[in-house]
């Protein structure tokens, strides 16, 4: 059976490690996580983020770097929970275009960040989530984590934006777009079915639909 490296990419809320967690548990491939529990720069980053995002963004480059360096060396397929390229050009394009991120750090951040990717595995698929913006924000309401209550529709929509200006220029992979909104892969086993069988015919390079509204 052939090793393949999937990835999940998505806006704050969408689903990612519930899939993650699901589609891991399905097939028995090796799953990574966002480091957030052992992060040592996240409490400071919320206490003032412009003097903590180049630190933030540095910890986040080594951390996804050495996961999937493990990844690649696991013998089993692995699927991880947001990718090291959402990095650059999503959070730390944000944080610069908001103000927290200088342009010197911002620059500096972004070379290192194409050095360290250079020198990494490929994927074989990107999963790309997608939810409407109110529903993101229901869904983080609900989950209720202390270091989410400052985000805003207006953010939410602003990475949405960079999401698909970035998504319209990839191509190291084959993309799979998931409408969320209306899957509950958590809880309802046919849902998740589905959406198993379309990461499947998409790895083994059928021609797919993806799963929108």
């Known amino acids: 059976m052939a ?16 899939l993650t967690e699901r589609i891991g548990a399905r097939l028995g491939w090796w799953t990574g996580y966002e480091s957030v529990a052992d992060n040592p720069y996240l409490s400071d980053f919320y206490g003032d983020m412009r003097a903590w995002s180049f630190h933030l963004q540095v910890f986040f480059l080594g951390h996804r770097a050495d996961q999937y360096l ?18 650059a050009h999503i959070f730390a394009r944000a944080l610069h ?15 290192l960040f194409e050095l360290v990717v250079d020198g990494l595995p490929r994927p074989d ?9 109110n529903v993101l924000m229901d869904r983080i309401r609900r989950r209720a984590r202390n270091m989410e209550t400052g985000i805003t529709p207006e953010y939410l929509t602003l990475l949405d934006t960079f999401y698909e200006e970035w998504l319209g220029a990839f191509d190291l992979c084959p993309v799979l777009t998931i409408q969320t909104n ?11 079915d589905l959406v198993t069988q379309r990461i499947q015919d998409k790895l083994a390079g059928k021609e797919v639909m993806d799963l929108r509204d």
């Open 3 to 18: 090793k393949h490296l999937v990835l999940v990419a998505g806006n704050i809320g969408v689903g990612k490690t519930t």
């Open 70 to 87: 493990e990844a690649a060396h696991d013998a089993r397929s692995s699927i991880l929970d947001r990718s090291i390229y959402e990095d």
């Open 97 to 111: 275009h908001l103000g927290n991120l200088n342009e010197r750090d911002y620059l500096a951040y972004r070379k």
């Open 125 to 133: 698929l990107l999963i790309y989530l997608k939810a409407p913006v």
């Open 182 to 192: 209306n899957l509950d892969y958590a809880n309802m086993p046919s849902h998740l």
